[in-house]
């Protein structure tokens, strides 16, 4: 069964760092673009960043700009955000997402969750001192 599986996340103080994990299961990810989203308590799930199938293009919303990195490793069919200078707002559930199949490789789609269409179980992310 095709499925992206997080991994990652956890307790965090403000001003340190997480990575977290999206690994493609029974399917081969280099063929979607990948986003990711974050819901933090109270709020609608906003996205956060996204990369293209060949990893060359990027995009993040101000609010994490400068602070999180998105990558990917295509021979291990898994993306990354590496989260730092996390603030307590950072705080929420977040998940990686799959584009429809076949997006040209350069590209990187709007952060909305309906241009995206395979979600993964999602990983819970807390920042406190």
């Known amino acids: 069964q095709a499925q992206l599986v997080q991994s990652g996340g956890g307790l965090a103080q403000p001003g340190g760092s997480l990575r977290l994990s999206c690994a493609a299961s029974?399917?081969?990810?280099?063929?979607?673009?990948v986003g990711w989203f974050r819901r933090a308590p109270g709020k609608e799930r906003e996205g956060v960043s996204c990369?293209?199938?060949?990893?060359?293009?990027?995009d993040y919303p101000e609010s994490v700009e400068g602070r999180f990195t998105v990558s990917r490793d295509n021979d291990k069919n898994t993306a990354y955000l590496h989260l730092t200078n996390l603030k307590p707002e950072d705080t929420g559930v977040y998940y990686c997402?799959?584009?429809?199949?076949?997006?040209?490789?350069?590209?990187?789609?709007?952060?909305?969750?309906?241009?995206?269409?395979?979600w993964g179980q999602g990983t819970q992310v807390t920042v406190t001192s």
């Open positions: 990369i293209s199938r060949d990893g060359l293009t990027t």
């Open positions: 997402a799959i584009s429809g199949i076949g997006v040209s490789t350069r590209y990187c789609p709007p952060l909305l969750t309906q241009e995206y269409d395979t």
């Open positions: 029974a399917f081969t990810l280099d063929y979607y673009a």
